[in-house]
């Protein structure tokens, strides 16, 4: 954060000293872009993600909600994150401002952004999964990043149980 303020502000005094310090922010590591995205979208915060076609058969809409806004998942931003990383952008803070600055990003990003929590619960599932995919695939193609297995992770899936009579009668 202390980046982007840097790079976005307007000093009152020391302008030579900020312009030397824009200088060197501006050399943006591909490795540290690679890190930065593969933090987030590492592999491990799809925990829960494979069970989504059995949660969205049974409308469990409270588990779908908790899945897509869990503390170790909040994919919207984990997508803008990648998505900021691989344009060279430090901050996700200033979303709307920022979102003319990006040059690698999927279609219609803030729209499916938004479909993440207007949508019912199936369809955020399905956007969720189609725009992390495509995130994933754009970084991949502009970066180091080797995000194999998340993509790998992100499309498992187990297989949905339906419960028997049996099972749902209570003891």
């Known amino acids: 954060m202390r980046l982007a303020?840097?790079?976005?502000?307007?000093?009152?005094?020391?302008?030579?000293l900020i312009e030397s310090w824009r200088a060197r922010a501006a050399a943006y590591p591909g490795k540290l872009m690679a890190a930065l995205i593969d933090q987030a979208l590492n592999a491990d915060a799809l925990t829960g993600?494979?069970?989504?076609?059995?949660?969205?058969?049974?409308?469990?809409d409270l588990v779908i909600h908790d899945l897509l806004a869990e503390p170790n998942a909040r994919?919207?931003?984990?997508?803008?994150?990648?998505?900021?990383?691989?344009?060279?952008?430090?901050?996700?803070?200033?979303?709307?401002?920022?979102?003319?600055?990006?040059?690698?990003?999927?279609?219609r990003l803030e729209e499916r952004l938004q479909l993440l929590w207007a949508s019912?619960?199936?369809?955020?599932?399905?956007?969720?999964?189609?725009?992390?995919?495509?995130?994933?695939?754009l970084a991949e193609a502009s970066t180091d990043a080797d995000l194999s297995s998340f993509r790998a992770a992100l499309s498992a899936r187990r297989p949905v149980i339906e419960p028997s009579r049996s099972d749902l009668k209570p003891a």
């Open 75 to 107: 994919w919207s931003a984990r997508s803008w994150r990648s998505i900021a990383s691989t344009c060279q952008i430090q901050l996700i803070k200033w979303q709307r401002d920022l979102a003319g600055q990006l040059t690698v990003v999927p279609e």
């Open 49 to 60: 993600w494979g069970a989504q076609e059995a949660l969205a058969s049974r409308r469990y």
């Open 120 to 137: 019912n619960s199936a369809q955020a599932l399905e956007t969720a999964e189609v725009l992390l995919a495509e995130t994933a695939l």
């Open 5 to 16: 303020a840097l790079q976005r502000c307007r000093p009152l005094l020391g302008m030579q």
